[in-house]
Nanobody, 123 residues
Framework: QVQLVESGGGSVQAGGSLRLSCVVS????????MGWFRQAPGKDREGVAC????????YYANSVKGRFTISQDNAKNTLYLQMNTLKPEDAAMYYC????????????????WGQGTQVTVSA
């Protein structure tokens, strides 16, 4: 059974940083895509950053380019999202997800989801 467990969310002031973690179990942590998505109240869920595990290619939403970094630690089966220079508009529930497809950041391709971790950014 695949499980994804996020952690690292919290409340920060604008300009601050957070690092989200996602531990994956019961899943072949290779040759697939993993990503971070977020959903703010009243908005659709959007892809923030994705990583092709086998090839290392990354994708970032335009709104976070240069501020967020997605990375992995294979030994720990953990996916990270380093978020710097946070803005109030980054506040959302952040979800980790895994897709049985290479090089994808399309929400519809992601079959496995964590429960989410809340990020709050105050102005």
């Amino acid at each position: 059974q695949v499980q994804l467990v996020e952690s690292g969310g919290g409340s920060v002031q604008a300009g601050g940083s957070l690092r989200l973690s996602c531990v994956v179990s019961g899943y072949r942590y290779s040759w697939y895509s993993m990503g971070w998505f977020r959903q703010a109240p009243g908005k659709d869920r959007e892809g923030v950053a994705c990583l092709d595990i086998g090839g290392g290619r990354t994708y970032y939403a335009n709104s976070v380019k240069g501020r967020f970094t997605i990375s992995q630690d294979n030994a720990k089966n953990t996916l990270y999202l380093q978020m710097n220079t946070l803005k109030p508009e980054d506040a959302a529930m952040y979800y980790c997800a895994a897709a049985p497809l290479r090089d994808s950041c399309q929400e519809r391709d992601f079959a496995y989801w964590g429960q989410g971790t809340q990020v709050t950014v105050s102005a």
